[in-house]
């Protein structure tokens, strides 16, 4: 049974930082896309960053420069370094895995198989 589990999420204040954590278990998905996404209350989900199976990294316009996302294949793990937090940024982050080998991640949340439970970040002006 695959899970994904996230951890890291809390309170912080503007200008802080976070590092969210997502542990895979139930299949090795070193050859697979990684990415995290984020809602808020009443928005849609949204893409914020991902990262392929051979480490190229894509974010999302808002998080660039600010957000850096990592993966260690050998812990089935994916990490989201989260700095210059801003309030804006506050959100439930879900990981998720797209279940297609060798590609790139997509920034559409519907083609994703795989979905952690969620971990909330906070962020206080």
């Known amino acids: 049974q695959v899970q994904l589990v996230e951890s890291g999420g809390g309170l912080v204040q503007t200008g802080g930082s976070l590092r969210l954590s997502c542990a895979a278990s139930?299949?090795?998905?070193?050859?697979?896309?990684m990415s995290w996404f984020r809602q808020a209350p009443g928005k849609e989900r949204e893409f914020v960053s991902g990262?392929?199976?051979?480490?190229?990294?894509t974010h999302a316009d808002s998080v660039k420069g600010r957000f850096t996302i990592t993966r260690d294949n050998a812990k089935n793990t994916v990490y989201l370094q989260m700095n210059s937090l801003k309030p804006g940024d506050a959100a439930v982050y879900y990981c998720?895995?797209?279940?297609?080998?060798?590609?790139?991640?997509?920034?559409?949340?519907?083609?994703?198989?795989?979905w952690g439970q969620g971990t909330q970040v906070t962020v206080s002006s």
């Open positions: 139930g299949r090795d998905f070193s050859t697979y896309p």
């Open positions: 998720a895995v797209k279940s297609v080998r060798y590609t790139a991640p997509s920034f559409n949340y519907g083609d994703y198989d795989y």
């Open positions: 990262i392929s199976w051979r480490g190229t990294t």
